[in-house]
């Protein structure tokens, strides 16, 4: 990626398996803005409900950011 290129932004869910706590999400989203992209972490994405990413009603309702869009 040129470095003058804007960031692109990247819109991260976890629409399924909860994320494990030994998960290395800080490390991944660092690697992403070094990487050239705008990483921006679903308000959800973290959520736990036994062994989902949360309820079925918050995983549901991700709603991307205003301007984001599925590539």
Do not use: C, K, W
């Amino acid at each position: 990626m040129n470095p003058s290129d804007p960031q692109r932004p990247v819109y991260l869910i976890s629409p399924s398996g909860a994320v494990g706590e030994e998960a290395p999400v800080d490390a991944a989203l660092s690697h992403l803005r070094a990487s050239g992209f705008e990483p921006v972490l679903d308000r959800t994405a973290l959520s736990r409900s036994q062994r989902f990413a949360g309820t079925d009603a918050q995983r549901a309702s991700v709603a991307p950011l205003e301007g984001f869009r599925a590539a």
